[in-house]
């Protein structure tokens, strides 16, 4: 029983670390090259998008 979980979260864990790999290196890169103003309109965007891609999953 415990092998089994801990092989699946073996598994979620080098599924998920590139990911989050990818997504801080592009935050990075973004927070470098556009202005400060730009970048937190672009937060907020994302943020929202998720947000509602969140409600259309619960409805």
Do not use: Q
Not at 33 to 54: K, Q, S
């Amino acid at each position: 029983m415990i092998d089994s979980d801990v092989t699946a979260l073996v598994i979620d864990l080098a599924v998920s670390l590139p990911a989050l790999f990818a997504g801080s290196v592009l935050g990075i890169v973004a927070f470098r090259n556009i202005n400060e103003i730009g970048f937190r309109r672009t937060i907020l965007v994302l943020l929202i998008v998720r947000r509602f891609a969140c409600l259309g999953l619960m409805v």
